[in-house]
C-alpha cells in the first residue's frame, strides 16, 4: 500500500483544494492530511475562518482523503513520515524547492503538483470582503443533531 501524506491549512474548502487532494490520492493508496491547528496557523501568520474541528470534518467527508491528523508545528514531519509509514509527501508547487519540505527527500519521495490558478482562500476572503470569522462554533451538525432537526 502507497502512502502519501500532506500538510495544510485548507481553510474555506475550494476546488483548489479538492484538486491537489484528488491528484495526490492518485499517486498511491492511501491519503493523509496533516491539517494545520489554529495555534500552528498563528504561528504561519494565518487567521481561518473554520476552526480545526469544522475543517478536520470537512476533510473527512472528501472520498480522496483516508485519515486526518493535525499539523502542530513544522519540525513534525520526519516523525509524521516514519510514523505512518509515508512514501511520498505531496505538496502544491508553491512550496516547489522549498527547505521546509526539501529535507524530507532522505525519508521519502517529495512531489509537488501544479497549484490550481485563480483560486485561494484568501482570494475567496477578498472577493466576498468576509469580515466575521466563525471560530469555535461548530458549523457541522453531528448526525444525531441533524435527525433532530428532520421532526
Ligand atoms: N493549493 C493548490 N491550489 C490552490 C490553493 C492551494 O494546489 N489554488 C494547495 C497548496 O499548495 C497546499 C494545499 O493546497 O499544498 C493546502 O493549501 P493551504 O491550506 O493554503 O496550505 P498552506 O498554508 O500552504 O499550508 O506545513 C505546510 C503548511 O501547513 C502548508
Redesign the pocket.
Known sequence: MKRIL??????LLHY??I??LQRAKALGDYLIVAL?TEEFNEQ?G?KTYHNYETRKKMLEAIRYVDLVIP?EN?EQKVNDVKKYEVDVVV??S??AGSD?FEYLRDYCDVVY?D??EG???TKIKEDLKLQTPVNGVDQIPTPKTYKKTLK
Open positions: 500532506t500538510y495544510g491549512t485548507f481553510d483548489g483544494h484538486r491537489l494545520s504561519k494565518k499539523e513544522w505538496m502544491g508553491d512550496w521546509k503538483l497549484r490550481t483560486i485561494s482562500t
